[in-house]
Nanobody, 120 residues
Framework: VQLQASGGGLVQPGGSLRLSCAASGSIFRINLMGWYRQTPGKQREMVAQITSGGSTNYLDSVKGRFTISRDNAKNTVYLQLNSLKPDDTAVYYC???????????????WGQGTLVTVSS
């Protein structure tokens, strides 16, 4: 199972971006999907998570500005980033808990990261 993230870039403060992350491979089911971010010298932090049923959880500092969603048919998770601030600058990683088709094994998978830069 692999995750491919896209959608990062340079945006001015107050602007918006939409990140996407598609899972591929021998997937039976994906349970929790999420977005994390990391800046140099800091630990990776959870930004937003969403269950297969649509329940969500957010980092306090992004509540009301970021929205996580998913398309279970496409095994894809999205993160809409609005009202971006310079402090949101980071590499954003997607993550998923997946069950492998056939073996039934659980895998926790990370995407390759996509850089979001908020600057004027």
């Amino acid at each position: 199972v692999q995750l491919q993230a896209s959608g990062g870039g340079l945006v001015q403060p107050g602007g918006s971006l939409r990140l996407s992350c598609a899972a591929s491979g021998s997937i039976f089911r994906i349970n929790l999907m999420g977005w994390y971010r990391q800046t140099p010298g800091k630990q990776r932090e959870m930004v937003a998570q969403i269950t297969s049923g649509g329940s969500t959880n957010y980092l306090d500092s992004v509540k009301g500005r970021f929205t996580i969603s998913r398309d279970n048919a496409k095994n894809t998770v999205y993160l809409q980033l609005n009202s971006l601030k310079p402090d949101d600058t980071a590499v954003y990683y997607c993550n998923a808990d997946a069950i492998v088709r056939g073996s039934g094994a659980w895998m926790n998978v990370w995407g390759q990261g996509t850089l979001v830069t908020v600057s004027s």
